[in-house]
């Protein structure tokens, strides 16, 4: 089994910060692509930004140029930094992981999700 464990969130004023981590740990020979989604109340949940085992990166038009997404390969950990945080950034933050096991299949995991409120 793979766990995804999520720490980061919190309460920020608009214009903040708040670093989100998120460490898979469990039966994995690897991970490929590493992401972060949200969930606000009543919306879809929406991809974020996305990072390959390679380091290529994705994200979605409303926080470029304000979130960075990074991974550390040898701790299996995806981070997301969040920078100039607006209200509409708040949700609660889910990470996704495409993990490899040993035998070479692959499966797609999800963190419990952590809550990011922006005050105005």
């Known amino acids: 089994q793979v766990q995804l464990v999520e720490s980061g969130g919190g309460l920020v004023q608009a214009g903040g910060s708040l670093r989100l981590s998120c460490a898979a740990s469990g039966s994995i020979f690897s991970i490929n692509a590493m992401g972060w989604y949200r969930q606000a109340p009543g919306k879809q949940r929406e991809l974020v930004a996305s990072i390959t085992s390679g380091g290529r990166t994705n994200y979605a038009d409303s926080v470029k140029g304000r979130f960075t997404i990074s991974r550390d390969n040898a701790k299996n950990t995806v981070y997301l930094q969040m920078n100039s945080l607006k209200p509409e950034d708040a949700a609660v933050y889910y990470c996704?992981?495409?993990?490899?096991?040993?035998?070479?299949?692959?499966?797609?995991?999800w963190g419990q999700g952590t809550q990011v409120t922006v005050s105005s």
């Open positions: 996704n992981a495409q993990v490899v096991v040993a035998s070479g299949g692959w499966s797609t995991y």
